[in-house]
């Protein structure tokens, strides 16, 4: 049975300055929704984190870090509805109550809000910005449209064209769906086109299952056979793509091209920290808060029984070092099946993210992860490279020495 002390990992909290507010209606936003987890708040605050919520959050989230440097993340919803203002107040109270710690600052965005203003201030206080984008022009715009159902592309390039004139760091985070899956080397080579080097394929994977309240997501505690939403990724899709898109990578791109997933199963096999909760043996350190101060378990996490408490009665401490948030992050490798404890790959995945085990194992136990046969023929497809590139490291050689090697087919 895994456990891990309080306080061995530091306390991080996404905070959401708008909540689900977004001025895009992405036909697969897992978050749009939480509107109705607030839908009985008084009108004048709906969605908007006060200017004392926020000044109580900063001198908190400072407070309570074991470590040097902190690590700022602003989400949303789409967080570029808050004004610039709200985000210069938020650096004068790091700044207050930082003492002169370091503290840095990423953001992620839709992007079609990017203008020279904002991307001056992203700039001058050296912001790591996030843009959703998920490939070429058809593939972006099957799922990512506006309230009036127009296409978002245009926008978001126009506003990745700005932050690349005011040299601001960005990075891109790709959803990969049912449509997109099915052209990685299209999806990759975009990327690439692009100038991005940085970029997280992010899986989607939802059920649906319609709350009382208006909801429509199914929660991860919902073990019932419900419906997968129709933008889902399949396990083979998720598969095929990684393996075509790593295949490109391992030959050309090493040391220039950042996949986070790729990065992530390195680490897993050198024995480290792989840097995202998905592929780690715990989760339960990443929490989120909502714009009136509750807090909850995890981004993918925000349903009334995951709920944490709220700062104003409860410090973050206390909350996210709270038995029930131990529990949530030890119970990742607590509740595996016996399938997973036996495979041979179980050190590079870990199970992956909880809120997909919803399948089941080929001798009938529940708490399977959906994506596994895409995660194990992926693990065995890249194992020659991984194995190869570990031996690099640990000799002191650069990993990159993989794309001279005669491994490739």
């Avoid at 990423?106 to 959703?132: M, P, Y």
């Avoid at 083979?236 to 950042?258: H, M, P, R, T, Y």
């Avoid at 993918?300 to 070092?321: A, D, Q, R, S």
């Avoid at 050190?347 to 085990?357: L, S």
Wanted: aromatic share 14%; hydrophobic share 35%.
């Amino acid at each position: 049975m895994t456990t891990y002390a309080p306080f061995a990992k530091p306390l991080y909290v996404m905070l959401k300055p708008v909540s689900s507010i977004c001025n895009l209606a992405c036909e697969y936003c897992y978050y749009l929704e939480k509107h109705n987890l607030y839908k009985n708040e008084e009108k004048e605050s709906r969605f908007v984190m006060s200017d004392k919520l926020l000044e109580r959050f900063v001198e908190q989230y400072i407070n309570s870090q074991t470590q040097d440097q902190i690590l700022f993340t602003w989400h949303g919803g789409e967080a570029l509805m808050r004004p610039v203002s709200f985000y210069k107040q938020a650096i004068a109270l790091q700044k207050r109550y930082g003492r002169g710690r370091q503290i840095e600052n990423c953001i992620q965005t839709n992007g079609t809000l990017l203008n020279d203003e904002w991307c001056r201030f992203f700039k001058e206080n050296n912001w790591l910005v996030g843009v959703s984008i998920d490939g070429p022009q058809e593939f972006h715009d099957e799922y990512r449209r506006n309230k009036q159902g127009l296409p978002s592309f245009n926008k978001v390039m126009q506003g990745i064209k700005l932050l690349n004139k005011h040299g601001v760091e960005w990075n891109a985070m790709a959803v990969v769906n049912d449509f997109n899956a099915d052209y990685p080397l299209e999806f990759y080579q975009f990327f690439k086109e692009i100038n991005c080097r940085y970029i997280q394929f992010s899986p989607i994977v939802e059920r649906i299952m319609p709350h009382a309240d208006g909801r429509h997501l199914a929660s991860p505690l919902e073990k019932e056979v419900v419906q997968l939403a129709d933008f889902s990724i399949t396990p083979e899709q998720w598969g095929n793509f990684l393996c075509a898109i790593f295949d490109e990578w391992v030959k050309e791109d090493v040391g220039s091209v950042f996949v986070q997933l790729f990065d992530a199963t390195l680490a897993n096999w050198m024995g480290v920290q792989p840097g995202v909760c998905t592929m780690a043996e715990t989760c339960g350190h990443a929490g989120v808060m909502e714009y009136n101060g509750d807090v909850y378990a995890c981004d993918h996490y925000v349903f009334p029984e995951y709920k944490l408490g709220n700062i104003y009665n409860e410090t973050l401490t206390e909350m996210m070092y709270s038995h029930k948030q131990l529990s949530f992050g030890t119970n990742k490798n607590n509740s595996l099946p016996q399938q997973c404890k036996e495979c041979k790959f179980l050190f590079a995945c870990n199970g992956e993210c909880p809120k997909n085990r919803f399948a089941t194992t080929s001798s009938g136990e529940s708490g399977l992860n959906y994506l596994c046969k895409g995660y194990y023929k992926f693990f065995e497809h890249v194992a020659p490279y991984m194995d190869f590139m570990k031996n690099e490291l640990e000799n002191n050689r650069p990993p990159a020495n993989v794309m001279k090697a005669s491994l490739h087919v």
